[in-house]
Nanobody
């Protein structure tokens, strides 16, 4: 069974940067479109970024130009580089396939303050 393990979150000032990592433990390789999602308190989980196995990314309008998704198939790991973060980026961040195939991990909390 695949276990998703997210890391790299923390507290950061607005305008700063963070790099999130997600490893799919137990997976032989990342064959699907991998994605990052986030969920803020009281809000539904939303899709932030998606990358297919060929490396073509897509982003939510709210993070376009600031976040970059990447993947290392050899390490079964997907990354999210977050630059120029804003308070509205505060949320718990999760990874999964774009069709939410795997069981959700614990996520990693990102808190942006002014």
């Amino acid at each position: 069974q695949v276990q998703l393990v997210e890391s790299g979150g923390g507290s950061v000032l607005a305008g700063g940067s963070l790099r999130l990592s997600c490893t799919a433990e137990g997976a032989f390789f990342l064959i699907n479109q991998m994605a990052w999602y986030r969920q803020a308190p009281g809000k539904q989980r939303e899709l932030v970024a998606v990358m297919n196995s060929r490396g073509s990314p897509r982003y939510a309008d709210s993070v376009k130009g600031r976040f970059t998704i990447s993947r290392d198939n050899a390490k079964n790991t997907v990354y999210l580089q977050m630059n120029s973060v804003k308070p509205e980026d505060t949320a718990k961040y999760y990874c999964n396939t774009s069709d939410e195939q795997y069981k959700w991990g614990q996520g990693t909390q990102v808190t942006v303050s002014t």
